[in-house]
């Protein structure tokens, strides 16, 4: 059985302040619907970016997860939801400090996986939840050694053993010679996501699972597929055939945001990916993220990921190539 697994050196990767990973180093220039890598981190891992989702579930040991909202002590079992674009690093990590990656490309995010927006254990991931307005969020969560669902934060958590799906992760991590879309690929994580969605999503009083109502399926799909667009709320409403005062609580309900805070989630995304993966204009970035002007751009960016997107731009230098 053939694994990838990389480890973190004390010399040169270390030493940069903040790097970025881009899809087409990390997936080996592959078209791949997801891949999985075991790290093994015996030293600090400094500030870095993803062009892409990261979902980190702890083997052993544990460390500082450190991110610009906060930082906590992740151990055995923990599950981190890294949104594309946002930083994170590791400091003081175990001798035996090793993780799970599980890399989801955007084409992934935006594709496949939104099109399963409305399966009820996937919900937390097709349609991008965030815990406030504006601000890509990161998820925090504990795995158990068993299948019983518990809750310890607003975020929500499940009880389930790694040992349920880390075969799956193995069968991501082996080496593909081709472009791999196939739906093995995608059944392989359909059935990590399976297990570790519950820890994401909110499951309200008496259910099993999360349900998403149909009209806010439809009005993030349209959302998503047209960030670009100018859209008002009185036109979405429209498009999903509510009223706008029954559209916004149902978002509330739903995501826990408004529609227009979910549109401004995904510009922000979109805007932080364009940043790291060409070199495109401002001006070209704003338009083709669907913002007013740069100028609002640069300030609703600044509030969500702490600084300029030029800044952003200037700082995370991509250490790979491409």
Known sequence: MTMLTSRISGNGRAARAVHVYSERFILHRRDVVAAAELWHHDTPQADHAHEFMEIVVVKSGSALHRMRTGSCR????????????????????????????????????????????????????????????????????QLGANNDRKRHSSTGTSSVGLASFEQYLVELSKPSRRDDRSLTRLGQLLVVLDALAPTFTYVKP?????????????????????????????????????????????????????????????????????????????????????????????????????MSPTRYREVFQRANPV
């Not at 923990?78 to 001798?95: F, K, Q």
């Not at 992934?108 to 939840?129: C, D, K, M, N, Q």
């Not at 597929?225 to 149902?250: F, M, N, Q, T």
Request: some cysteine; hydrophobic content about 40%.
């Open 74 to 141: 992740v151990g055995v079992g923990t599950v981190l939801v890294i949104r594309p674009g946002e930083w994170h690093a590791y400091d003081n990590p175990s001798a035996d400090f090793e993780i799970w990656n599980l890399y989801i490309p955007y084409k992934t995010l935006s594709g496949e996986l939104a099109s399963l927006r409305s399966h009820p254990v996937l919900a937390a991931f097709a349609s991008a939840r965030i815990t406030a307005a504006g601000v890509p969020a990161t998820g925090t969560a």
């Open 206 to 306: 008496g259910q099993r699972f999360a349900t998403t109502h149909p009209a806010v399926i439809a009005a993030t799909e349209l959302l998503d597929s047209a960030p670009e667009h100018g859209w008002a709320l009185p036109e979405l409403a429209d498009k999903v055939h509510i009223s706008s005062s029954y559209l916004c609580r149902l978002f509330t309900r739903e995501l826990g945001i408004s529609p227009l805070h979910y549109l401004e989630r995904h510009r922000l995304e979109l805007t932080a990916q364009l940043l790291l993966g060409g070199d495109m204009s401002m001006t070209q970035v704003s338009a083709s993220a669907g913002w007013s002007d740069s100028n609002y751009m640069t300030r609703r960016f600044r509030a969500a990921y702490g």
